[in-house]
């Protein structure tokens, strides 16, 4: 069964930083562009960041540009988004994806696999 767990979420006060990971089960994902999106209380689910099967491109949305960064160790099918400088208004749970395609994309509906979600609070 193929399994995306996210981890890393937690409670931060603003101006601060966390790192989340998405670890993937029961297939590779190295060949596989990956992301992450958000969705908060009351809203859609938004894209938050994307990268490219080998790390060669990503992509991110203008209300995170700057300061969150997306990496992924290909070996390890893993991806991490790392969060700096967090604002009251990047409260919500994220969620990691994997699409069939090297490359990133910013559209949800492009991901084939989803995992379950890891909330983050931003307390201001």
């Known amino acids: 069964q193929v399994r995306l767990t996210e981890s890393g979420g937690g409670l931060v006060q603003a101006g601060g930083s966390l790192r989340l990971s998405c670890s993937a089960s029961g297939r590779t994902f190295s060949d596989n562009a990956m992301g992450w999106f958000r969705q908060a209380p009351g809203k859609e689910r938004e894209f938050v960041a994307s990268?490219?099967?080998?790390?060669?491109?990503?992509m991110y949305a203008a209300s995170v540009q700057g300061r969150f960064i997306i990496s992924r160790d290909g070996a390890k099918s893993t991806v991490y988004l790392q969060m700096s400088t967090l604002k009251s208004e990047d409260t919500a749970v994220y969620y990691c994806?994997?699409?069939?395609?090297?490359?990133?994309?910013?559209?949800?509906?492009?991901?084939?696999?989803w995992g379950q979600g890891t909330q983050v609070t931003v307390s201001s």
């Open positions: 990268i490219s099967w080998n790390g060669g491109s990503t």
């Open positions: 994806a994997a699409r069939n395609s090297p490359a990133a994309d910013w559209t949800s509906n492009q991901y084939n696999y």
